[in-house]
């Protein structure tokens, strides 16, 4: 088993709709727990990050950590195409001094269409 | 730079060959990272450089993969004799010394190595 599982999709939904995009994960040491997007032949880019379980809010975006179930989610309204990309859950926080070290899902490609 | 370059962009190498990857990080990050990313996978850690302290190498598939960085800026990725496992794109980030340095990523657009 994968430490961090991530559907891959692919997901395609219509302007407007509400997405939900998910990560579950094995290792319970990790506390940091973010959401990149990556645009076709570009590198990722920092969405949204959360610190240990909760809730954290940004415009259209919401990231949801449950670390009782290592679940984590992130929940895009009012979805834009512009909003099209691979979107990829990334976690660290091990400890032993490797707090610097992500660990990525494989990422789930969304299509938005117009 | 405004933010982490990466060359070449696209590189085609025939199996067996020695590659250099270059990444030039933001200017005043101290830490420098490089993750490969293959197709249906995600993101896989390979090296790491914090200032003059000694890399974390743990995470390099195998001998043939190498990595420097001169004057704590400029960072070399050289795999020998490659194989067509290889393949991949090889992504550079850097991020600020201060702070939680898993959060202060910035990523280069990568290395499209093709090993034919």
């Known amino acids: 088993q994968k430490e961090v599982e991530q559907d891959p999709g692919p997901l395609s939904v219509p302007e407007g709709a509400i997405v939900s995009l998910n990560c579950t994960y094995s290792?319970?040491?990790?506390?940091?727990f973010m959401w990149y997007r990556q645009y076709s032949r570009k590198g990722p880019e920092l969405l949204m990050y959360?610190?240990?379980?909760g809730n954290k809010e940004d415009g259209r975006f919401t990231a949801q950590v449950d670390k009782s179930s290592k679940y984590i989610s992130l929940f895009i309204r009012d979805s834009q195409p512009s909003d099209s990309a691979t979107y990829l859950c990334?976690?660290?926080?091990?400890?032993?001094?490797?707090?610097?070290?992500?660990?990525f899902g494989k990422g789930t490609l969304l299509t938005v269409n117009p | 730079g405004a933010g982490v370059s990466q060359s070449p962009s696209n590189k085609v190498t025939e199996k067996g060959k020695d590659v250099e990857l270059r990444c030039d990080p933001i200017?005043?990050?101290?830490?420098l990272y490089w993750y490969r990313q293959s197709l249906g996978q995600g993101l896989e850690f390979l090296i790491y450089?914090?200032?003059?302290?000694?890399p974390d190498k743990s995470g390099l598939p195998s001998d043939r993969f190498s990595a420097e960085r001169t004057g704590g800026s400029v960072s070399t990725l050289t795999i020998q004799r490659t194989q067509q496992e290889d393949s991949a794109v090889y992504l550079c980030?850097?991020?600020?010394?201060w702070g939680q340095g898993a959060l202060g990523y910035t990523f280069g657009s990568g290395t499209r190595l093709t090993v034919v």
């Open positions: 980030a850097s991020s600020p010394s």
């Open positions: 959360t610190y240990s379980s």
């Open positions: 200017s005043g990050h101290t830490a």
């Open positions: 990334a976690m660290s926080g091990e400890g032993g001094g490797s707090n610097y070290k992500l660990t």
């Open positions: 450089f914090q200032g003059n302290s000694a």
């Open positions: 290792n319970s040491a990790f506390q940091y």
